[in-house]
Structure formats: structure tokens, C-alpha cells
């Protein structure tokens, strides 16, 4: 009876480490998500380039 109190009380203890690692996995990913887009943005509008009469950038 004692080894399957024990068994039960590891598995909870392996599932909350691991809903504990996805959520550090999904914050890591939205972060660095959120990095490149930044750049993305910051390197198409902030170059300092002009619209030419056509609607494309020339610098």
C-alpha cells in the first residue's frame, strides 16, 4: 500500500516540475519572440530611408 502512495505522490510531484517547465519554455519563447520582432520593426522604420512616388523606400 505504501509503494503506491509513494508512486502517486512522484508522478504529482514529476507533473507540477514539469507544467512548471512549460510555462519557463513559454515565457523563454514569447520573450524571444517578442526580441526579434522588435528588431524587425526597429530595422523597416527606423533606417532612415524615404518613400519614393512609387511607395518603396529608397535610402
Known amino acids: 500500500m505504501?509503494?503506491?502512495l509513494?508512486?502517486?505522490y512522484t508522478e504529482r510531484r514529476k507533473s507540477f516540475w514539469f507544467?512548471?517547465?512549460q510555462a519557463l519554455l513559454l515565457v523563454a519563447l514569447a520573450v524571444a519572440v517578442y526580441i526579434l520582432v522588435l528588431s524587425?520593426?526597429?530595422n523597416r522604420f527606423f533606417q532612415g530611408g524615404h518613400m519614393d512616388r512609387?511607395?518603396?523606400i529608397s535610402r
Open 2 to 4: 505504501t509503494t503506491n
Open 6 to 8: 509513494n508512486t502517486a
Open 19 to 21: 507544467k512548471i517547465g
Open 40 to 42: 524587425m520593426v526597429h
Open 54 to 56: 512609387h511607395g518603396h
